[in-house]
């Protein structure tokens, strides 16, 4: 594999999957390689699957790996675990895949994951300010991406609107849930994404989920400032993206390495001047 190559991995409430992916063009590079979530689905049993889609692909030690979880993960660890099993809060994601896989990985919030990849390949590709992803589904999945830099685990799906959880009635799933039909769940829509204006000033709204294939039946009719458009990497933004996001984490993490051995050297550098110096202003001693 050459150096333009990172193995993404998807952790999904059903399918794990993974691909290898350019990280020029944000396409796959083989046919993307899927098996069923086990259940349950504890941190041992996710682990163990996750190694075998990356073993699927044989990446060499250097190829960054990307690995894209359903939960908030801060410093590698997770903290929320909506569709996996409960033993997962409070797990080093990291650590664990680690040690099934042979391989080090970066990890990250699946919504945060397909918002990046969209930023970097898709739909807000080229595109700077403040940029808002959301993925409307069994909940709603939220990503903001800033001038390129991503802000990660925004929970936005979970404000409150009329004194509920914004997903309870604008999520994909409300619409069988409450029995709306197009008009009623565009009217729960306008008053989310009103509010997602009045509290970010989004530059650019990416509106991504399965029911984003039938955009034409909605984002017509929302009434915002900003540009709200349909993603375009579909179902493969998470591992798209939590690829490209694992080769920027490995290259910030070469460049802090090298700083640290250069620094680390100059200071020995320095420290040996400065002891030479020290050595020839001492005078002899006496009767020497």
């Known amino acids: 594999m050459s150096k333009h190559i990172a193995i993404g991995v998807d952790i999904g409430g059903t399918g794990i999957k993974a691909a290898p992916v350019d990280l020029r063009t944000g396409e796959f590079l083989e046919e ?49 675990a909506a ?10 994601l990291r650590a664990i895949i680690r040690d099934y896989a042979g391989h080090d990985v970066h990890v990250l919030n699946d919504a945060d994951a397909a918002g990046y990849g ?38 936005l799906g979970h404000i409150m609107i009329d004194g509920h959880d914004a997903e309870d009635r604008a999520a994909e ?6 029995g709306y039909d197009w008009e009623q769940w565009i009217e729960q829509l306008q008053k989310y994404y009103s509010e997602m204006e009045r509290l970010l000033w989004p530059d650019l709204i990416i ?20 540009p709200i458009i349909p993603a375009e990497l579909l179902n493969g933004a998470g591992i798209v993206g939590a690829a490209a996001a694992a080769a920027v984490s490995t290259r910030r993490e070469k460049d802090e390495s090298k700083a640290a051995e250069k620094s680390a050297k100059d200071a020995a550098k320095k420290a040996a001047k400065a002891a030479a110096k020290a050595a020839q202003a001492t005078p002899p001693a006496a009767g020497a």
């Open 83 to 92: 569709n996996v099993d409960d033993s997962w809060i409070g797990t080093d």
């Open 118 to 155: 969209e930023f970097k390949y898709g739909a807000a590709h080229g595109r700077s300010g403040s940029i808002l992803m959301t993925t409307l589904g069994t909940g709603i999945g939220t990503a903001m991406i800033v001038d390129g830099t991503l802000v990660p685990n925004l929970e």
């Open 173 to 178: 799933s409300a619409r069988d849930r409450h």
């Open 207 to 226: 509106v991504g989920g399965g029911v984003s294939k039938s955009h034409h039946m909605f984002l017509p009719k929302l009434r915002l400032r900003a």
């Open 32 to 80: 993307r390689y899927r098996i069923p979530t086990p259940q349950p689905s504890t941190p041992d049993a996710i682990a163990r699957t996750v190694a075998k889609v990356i073993t699927k692909f044989n990446p060499p030690t250097k190829v960054p790996i990307g690995v894209a979880f359903p939960g908030v993960v801060q410093h590698g660890i997770v903290k929320t």
